[in-house]
């Protein structure tokens, strides 16, 4: 059974307010899971000098011993903390333009220069 330490929404519409809670993978997010150990909350302003995020840290580390994987969200919150490390993501050829954009603007560019020329 592999175990993930992620978040489960609670709150109203357009209110939203989370449970982290330890889950089987293969469970719902909103589901069945076998314990909570904390709570975040985002619509506390980061200014307002209340913490979002109240998380038990030494129940997480005691279920990150057994082999519980955290989600992206929680591992950035557990990274904030110390508790764990995570590797920066840096991917700069999302930001390029497709082939096709590229290949007419390569053409743009030879029919600007011969225009140039002439």
Known sequence: MSLKIRLARRGAKKRPFYAVVVADSRSPRDGRF?????????????????????????????WLAKGATPTDRVLRHFAAEGLLTREVRNNPEKALPGKKAQERTAEKAKKAAAAAAA
């Open 34 to 62: 076998i314990e909570k150990i904390g709570v975040y909350d985002p619509m506390i302003a980061k200014e307002s000098g209340n913490s979002r995020w109240t998380v038990d840290l030494e129940a997480a580390k005691a």
